[in-house]
Nanobody, 116 residues
Framework: QVQLVESGGGLVQPGGSLRLSCAAS????????MGWYRQGAGKERELVVT???????NYADSVKGRFTISRDTAKDTVYLQMNSLKPEDAAVYYC??????????WGQGTQVTVSS
């Protein structure tokens, strides 16, 4: 059973930064796609960013220039560095991984609150 465990969420003031981590229970190169989604209160889950096994990144327009996805293959961990946070970034952030064509995995989510 694949597990994705997120950490790093919390409360931050507008303009602040947070780094989320997603630790996978197996080699992250076994996934052809990984990334982050988020779901704000009363909203649908939306894409934040994905990264392919080859390293191609796809950012949502709303986070371009502020968020950065990276990975540490030695730790089987994917990170999301979030800078210049805005109140509208507040959400539960979910780690995502896809193996093969349609096998998907989700983490349990980590709450990010942006408030002064």
């Amino acid at each position: 059973q694949v597990q994705l465990v997120e950490s790093g969420g919390g409360l931050v003031q507008p303009g602040g930064s947070l780094r989320l981590s997603c630790a996978a229970s197996r080699n992250i190169f076994s996934f052809n796609l990984m990334g982050w989604y988020r779901q704000g209160a009363g909203k649908e889950r939306e894409l934040v960013v994905t990264i392919t096994s080859g390293g191609t990144r796809n950012y949502a327009d709303s986070v371009k220039g502020r968020f950065t996805i990276s990975r540490d293959t030695a730790k089987d961990t994917v990170y999301l560095q979030m800078n210049s946070l805005k109140p509208e970034d507040a959400a539960v952030y979910y780690c995502y991984a896809r193996a093969g064509i349609s096998t998907e995995y989700w983490g349990q989510g980590t709450q990010v609150t942006v408030s002064s």
